[in-house]
């Protein structure tokens, strides 16, 4: 499978404690993002990376939410002292410039994540 | 900033003929894109118009008019596995996708 890949699928973590969620992009794509889902609401862009330079972060992302690209390839988004208004689906993506349909946006599984 | 709009929640027949309908604002339009999203998972790509116009592909097509700011998707010969949220995205320059909250299909036999 060549798609984008998360990991954990899905996470029960208790309030206050730090999650970190893992991305594998497609190979050959240089750009990467994460988007934050809830139920009834499209995705909110949360931030961006073109290889491993942070180019572009939502003011939803508070200072409790890092995300790193340390090697232009995997990335990481962490949250620290959940609360339960954090309970949602984190959806990574990726994309390449130039490829012909616009640098389509191609997004993974998305892993879930519930505070209690 | 930008502001998407599609309706909530709309209904079809198998068989029949959907349009859902997109309008948007923004600045420095680059791209409108539309995705499929079934329940619980991740959305898929349908379609991407930058020019006016209509692209085609199998059994959907998505419209663009800039000027008027407002886009299309239609979907022929529905089948029950098009029962998903569809949702409108707008790229700005070269910035990320802003989305709407989806537009839910339910086709029922």
């Known amino acids: 499978d060549t798609g984008v890949s998360q990991d954990p699928r899905h996470k029960i973590t208790k309030r206050g404690q730090n999650v970190t969620f893992r991305c594998d992009p497609i190979s050959e794509h240089n750009r990467l993002y994460w988007y934050r889902q809830t139920l009834g609401q499209g995705p909110e862009f949360l931030t961006y990376?073109?290889?491993?330079?942070?180019?572009?972060k939502s003011r939803l992302l508070s200072d409790r939410f890092s995300a790193e690209r340390p090697k232009g390839s995997f990335s990481t988004l962490e949250i620290q002292r959940t609360e339960q208004g954090d309970s949602a689906m984190y959806l990574c993506a990726s994309s390449s410039p130039g490829q012909f349909s616009g640098n389509t946006i191609y997004f993974g599984e998305g892993s879930w994540l519930t505070v209690v | 900033g930008q502001n998407i709009d599609q309706p909530t929640e709309m209904t079809a027949t198998e068989g029949a003929i959907v349009q859902i309908n997109c309008t948007y604002q923004?600045?420095?339009?680059?791209?409108l894109f539309w995705y499929q999203q079934h329940a619980g998972e991740a959305p898929t790509f349908l379609s991407y118009n930058v020019l006016d116009g209509l692209e085609e592909k199998g059994r959907f097509s998505s419209f663009l008019s800039r000027s008027k700011g407002y886009s299309y998707l239609l979907l022929k010969e529905l089948q029950m596995k098009d029962s998903a949220s569809y949702l409108c995205a707008v790229r700005s320059g070269y910035s990320t996708l802003t989305f709407g909250k989806g537009t839910m299909l339910l086709v029922s036999p």
């Open positions: 990376f073109q290889n491993e330079a942070q180019l572009e």
């Open positions: 923004t600045s420095g339009f680059n791209g």
